[in-house]
């Protein structure tokens, strides 16, 4: 029931020495990243920061190169700009291709950039799609928003419609707790024979669970198509059942221990998982808790590297919270 | 357990002669309508047309003329406009203000003009409700629309931002079916204590359910505070357990005869109720198996009202409905 991961596997402690956590920005292409890029963007560590911005959702664009620049020197496997974490159900379009063009600029191909393109209106998905490609990513990440609850053959057309206006190619962003759309095996393999549409992201089952909602995806795509997961505390048993990408909220923000375990996961060193997953069992607590979003916005507060705040009607944590999470994130700066 | 509705109780058939159900557009204020208005715009009938739109999502003012002209001859006691079958979470905010504006012109006051400002972010919310109020809108509907899940204390401080920012009467628009935010008894009670918060919009409970759903909501509110329901199918009984407004999909198109059953139940008049009951199952079974948005959309062409599509991603029911929905239409086109 398990397969290998398609995607290269490399030595999980391999950066761990000439990356700190909080590196110095750098602009400057490294040849070593480019040898370890996978071959697609939506294999390996998707790392999905927050987008900082205004009370007016203006994106700060400086604060977001802080974010990426961390992503970049960890070597992550891509970067999923304007995920869910990255709010871009909150941003116009005018912002988010800001957001694209900051990340493009910095980013600079040294990682693939993958970029949201959600929308409520399929015309709206479809320039969204046009301005990323214009701004540089090197894929797109499509859900299905939904107000009025849609129908699979709409979600089919919505999505073929956005594929044939693209040639980058895109990932199903399978996330009914955000969308409220909940997608079949039967639709996934269906959308999986439109040309470009070549990977999925779907949030990992209960750990129990992971072995069977893997090889019943698996069986639902091509060989080719590549499946991934999200949910991070749920992910580590997703990749140990085959899963080829993990779509990290905490990856967007610890880059570097969030490697670390995806590298043992994807070497499938047991004794390393465990190590590692205690050690973010209490962050994956207050996920769990208080919600993964409201936590990161906190915890890059807590680690100095993003004031901003989550687009209101979403509230920030109470300051109250801000003890728990400072020391849940402690393991997670430790050597490893 | 039941109370008397507050709204103005009329005959059900005092309009039945003077207002066919395709009557000639009149701009004409008619002061028969504005001496059954009722106190507030949160009470009695309130119509809720489709927003006629193009594929770019362009409002087409003159198609929604056509409609709301229908509904201010049959004196429906509001209408809502921008509601979910309004399509409003898919226009922008320059097409949600043409269409109030072209309303607020043609309606000129005869009947009370209700607009839906729902929004993901607050300060659009925000700014729809300025819109809306400068526009000519009598009272506003306000969704809790949401992508990542909403906390009560987010709800609660989205509504206190749009009610601080406007002298206009709210209606809480709560319809779980769209905005995945639910609403405790407890929070719709916190909510009306704010100065402008007047009015709810519950979708009607199951007929059996019906009395304890409406005292359930009525210990929660101040006196004075409008109970209103929606999911025309269930909304009778509603009234009966003391429901003051429905808000409807059937009236947005069908004002005539919606009015005739709201007018019945509102007198208690059992057999009437159950004479037009009977009338609308066979629309309202279409409702539930295809859905009221897509339903209407298709019946609006059918009456020759609208060759309007709703807005993509949402489809276009396949002409194979169509004679289903022709024959369900009859027997509401027939003499009362």
Redesign the interface.
Known sequence: MQESPIGPISDPFSRSSSAPLVPAPSRAPSPVLLMTSPASPFHGLSAFPITPSD???RVDTAALEILLTRLVAAGVDSIGLLG?TG?Y??LSRTERRRAVEAASALVAKRIPLVVGIGA????EAVDLARDAAEAGADGLLLA??S?????E???F??FA?VAAATDLSLCIYNNP????FTFTPALIGRLAGLPNVVALKNPAAAPVDAPTLHANLRAAVPEAFAIGYSADWNVTEAILAGGQAWYSVCGGLLPEPTQKLMRAAQAHDIAQVGMWKARFEPLWALFREL?S?RVIYAAADILGLSTAL??????PLAPTHHPRIAAALEPLLQPA
Chains 1, 2 share one sequence.
Do not use: F
């Not at 707790?177 to 409220?180: L, N, P, S, V």
């Open positions: 009370t007016q959702g869910s709010t159900a909150y409520l209106r399929t015309d299905p928003v107000y009025t609850p849609l129908t053959d709409e979600v057309a919505h419609a707790g955000t969308t409220h919600t979003l989550p687009p209101r009607p979403i509230l």
